[in-house]
Each structure stands twice: as structure tokens, then as C-alpha cells.
Nanobody, 125 residues
Framework: QVQLLESGGGLVQAGGSLRLSCTAS????????MGWFRQAPEKEREFVTG????????YYADSVKGRFTISRDNAKNTVYLQMNSLRPEDTAVYYC??????????????????WGQGTQVTVSS
């Protein structure tokens, strides 16, 4: 079992920044590939970004490239999502996710087994 806990959400004006954190339980965090997804009201949950176990592979949705940065600190069992130049359309609940299996397609929700409870990000115009 893996438990994930997100934090760092909040209300920010357009153009501002936020940093989300996701801390995982367990002693083998370095073995988990991690992903961030988001879900806006009345929309499907969508892929935002993903990071491989050793952070040598990073993946981003086109909508966030150049604005968002994913990183991880395996010593702290934590993955981060730095969000800059935020836009109102970034408003959503943000979830981190992982799996103990080999992650072949970071974009697919059904590849992930464990999910956090989500943290709300609201960007005002």
C-alpha cells in the first residue's frame, strides 16, 4: 500500500505561482514513477506531468509546457509541481498518483494505482 498526500494548493491571481507537494508513504519511494493529474469541474481528469523513478524522464501536457516543472526528492519521499504563469484555465483539483508496476504510458489514468486526495488550485483573472 502507498499513501499519497498533496499540499500547497490555494488561490492565486493569474500570472502567479504555486508549488504543490506530494509526499508518499513507504520506504521505496525511489522505485515509484509519479504523475500529476488535474480535474476541473464537469471535466475529465487529465494528465499534467510525470516523472520517472530516477527523474531522468519528464513528461508534460502541451498545455503546461514551459510553465510547470515537476521534480522529486527521493530522500524526502516527495514529488513537487512548480506552477508558474498560472492561468484561470489551470483552475482544478490537482492529484498526484503512482503505481508499483512498470509505468509504460504516463498519460493514462488507468496506469496508476494509488491516488492522493487532491488539492484545490484556483486561479483568478
Amino acid at each position: 500500500q502507498v499513501q499519497l498526500l498533496e499540499s500547497g494548493g490555494g488561490l492565486v491571481q493569474a500570472g502567479g505561482s504555486l508549488r504543490l507537494s506530494c509526499t508518499a508513504s513507504g520506504r521505496t519511494f525511489s522505485m515509484y514513477a509519479m504523475g500529476w493529474f488535474r480535474q476541473a469541474p464537469e471535466k475529465e481528469r487529465e494528465f499534467v506531468t510525470g516523472i520517472s523513478r530516477s527523474a531522468d524522464k519528464l513528461y508534460y501536457a502541451d498545455s503546461v509546457k514551459g510553465r510547470f516543472t515537476i521534480s522529486r526528492d527521493n530522500a524526502k519521499n516527495t514529488v513537487y509541481l512548480q506552477m508558474n504563469s498560472l492561468r484561470p484555465e489551470d483552475t482544478a483539483v490537482y492529484y498526484c498518483a503512482t503505481t508499483l508496476n512498470w509505468l509504460s504510458d504516463y498519460n493514462r489514468r488507468d496506469e496508476y494505482t494509488y491516488w492522493g486526495q487532491g488539492t484545490q488550485v484556483t486561479v483568478s483573472s
